[in-house]
C-alpha cells in the first residue's frame, strides 16, 4: 500500500479543542458573538506586537475591508503581486479598483526595484499625489505579500510608499512567525509595519480556525472602523440604524474557539517545521538540478511552504513530471499558483518586470510541509526525489 503525505494539513489539539467547542454550543455563543473571539484578537495583537487586532471571518474579508478603510476607491489602481494566491487581487476588483502587477525577486516576494522603477518611469506626480503615465489612474494603495513566509524588504516598499505617498497593506496571510531580524524593523513581525496587515487561518495556515482571518494595525482608528464595517455598520446597534453599507463578516466565536488554542502552539509548529526545512535543505540541495529555495538570512520565517526549484535541463524532467510522480507514489504536492496577471479576468491588465516571476512559476513545486510532518516522512520525500534523479 502506498504511502500518504499530505501537503500542509491542521496540526489539532482534539482535547483543548473540544472544551472551548463545549463551552460555546453550551453559552448559546456560536456565532459572531461570545468571549472567544475577543480573547484570539488579544493573543494574536500581543504575539505580533501590536495594541490590538480584528477577527474576521476570511483572509479575503480582511483584505477587502482594509482596502476600504485605507480609501481606495472606484478608479484607483492597487500595485499586486503576480506570484500569489488570486485571493490578494480579487478584493482591489471588490473596490471597483484596478490592479497593476508587478513582479517578485529572488525572495519570490514583490520585487523592490521593480517597484521603484514603475513609479518612477511609468507614473507622474501632482500634488503629492501618484498617478499612472497611461491610465491617469490614482495610484491608492499597494498589497505586499510575504510569499510561503517569507518576507519582503519592507523597508525600501515603505520608503517608496512615503515618497510617493501610497498606503501599504501587508498580505501576511502565509507569514504569522515570521518576523525581522536585522535593519530598521529589527523585531518587528510580517502584517505589522504598513498602515495595516491581515492573517488567515485557512485550513492549510500554520495555524487554523477553519477559516477566519484578523487584521492588526498600530492605528486604532483604522481597527475600530473595520470592525464598525464588518457587523453590518450599526451606528445603533439597539435601534439597528446603519449610515453605511456594511459587511456580514466578523469572526465566528465557534473559529475563535479553534484558533485560541492553536496560538499557543505556534512556536511549537515553527519550531518542528524549522527542522523538518533543515533536514529537507540538506538532502536537496546535494541533488542536481533540485534546490530548495531559501528564505531570507535576516528575518526568522515560520516556514509556512517548502519550495523546490527543479532545473530539469540538470534534473532530468520538469517540474510538471515530478509532481505527476510524487502524486502517483501517494505524496502529495502542488504547483505554484498560476500567476495572476495571465488569469482570463485579469489577462488585460497592466504588468510590470514579470520576467523572474514566470521563471519561479515554471520551477517550482510545494513538498509536505505540515507542522506534524515527521521526519520519517520527510526522509521518504526525499528519497523519491533521489529517486527520480536517477531513474528518469
Known amino acids: 500500500m502506498k504511502q500518504k503525505i499530505n501537503l500542509s494539513v491542521p496540526n489539532l489539539d482534539a482535547e483543548s479543542i473540544l472544551s472551548n467547542l463545549k463551552e460555546c454550543i453550551e453559552s448559546g455563543w456560536v456565532s459572531t458573538g461570545g ?24 483572509g479575503t474579508a480582511a483584505l477587502h475591508t482594509a482596502l476600504r478603510v485605507l480609501g481606495v476607491e472606484s478608479g484607483d489602481e492597487v500595485l499586486v503581486p503576480t506570484l500569489t494566491f488570486i485571493a490578494a487581487v480579487n478584493p482591489v476588483v471588490y473596490q471597483h479598483a484596478t490592479p497593476v502587477f508587478i513582479g517578485c525577486d529572488d525572495t519570490l516576494c514583490i520585487d523592490p526595484n521593480a517597484l521603484e522603477f514603475f513609479l518612477r518611469e511609468e507614473c507622474i506626480r501632482k500634488e503629492n499625489t501618484t498617478y499612472n503615465k497611461k491610465t491617469s489612474a490614482r495610484i491608492a494603495a499597494i498589497i505586499v505579500v510575504h510569499v510561503f513566509g517569507n518576507t519582503a524588504n519592507m523597508e525600501r516598499i515603505m520608503e517608496l510608499a512615503a515618497e510617493f505617498n501610497f498606503k501599504v497593506l501587508e498580505d501576511a496571510t502565509e507569514a504569522l512567525g515570521s518576523y525581522y531580524l536585522d535593519g530598521r524593523y529589527k523585531g518587528k513581525h510580517a502584517g505589522t509595519i504598513g498602515d495595516l ?34 457587523t453590518q455598520a450599526k451606528t445603533d446597534e439597539l435601534y439597528f440604524i446603519h449610515d ?60 509556512w511552504f517548502y519550495s523546490v526549484l527543479v532545473q530539469k535541463e540538470v534534473y532530468g524532467i520538469s517540474k510538471d513530471e515530478l509532481l505527476l510522480k510524487l502524486i502517483e507514489e501517494g505524496v502529495a504536492t502542488r504547483p505554484i499558483w498560476g500567476l495572476i496577471h495571465e488569469q482570463k479576468p485579469y489577462r488585460y491588465h497592466e504588468a510590470h518586470s514579470i520576467e523572474t516571476a514566470k521563471f519561479y512559476h515554471d520551477r517550482i513545486l510545494n513538498i509536505p510541509c505540515s507542522s506534524n510532518l515527521t521526519s520519517e516522512e520527510v526522509e521518504i520525500v526525499i528519497k523519491l526525489l533521489k529517486k527520480y534523479k536517477n531513474n528518469n
Open 35 to 58: 468571549r472567544f473571539i475577543e480573547e484570539f484578537e488579544e493573543k494574536i495583537a500581543k504575539y505580533v506586537g501590536v495594541q490590538s487586532a480584528v477577527g474576521v471571518q476570511s
Open 197 to 230: 496587515g491581515v492573517y488567515s487561518f485557512n485550513a492549510n495556515k500554520i495555524i487554523t480556525t477553519g477559516g477566519g482571518g484578523m487584521v492588526v494595525s498600530h492605528n486604532e482608528e483604522l481597527l475600530n472602523k473595520i470592525k464598525f464595517l464588518t
Open 244 to 303: 453605511e453599507i456594511g459587511y456580514n463578516y466578523r469572526m465566528l466565536n465557534l473559529q475563535a474557539a479553534l484558533g485560541t488554542s492553536q496560538i499557543d502552539s505556534l512556536e511549537d509548529f515553527i519550531e518542528v517545521k524549522t527542522r523538518n526545512y533543515d533536514l529537507y535543505k540538506s538532502e536537496i540541495d546535494a541533488i542536481e538540478g533540485l534546490e530548495l529555495i531559501r528564505f531570507n538570512d535576516d528575518i526568522r520565517p515560520n516556514y
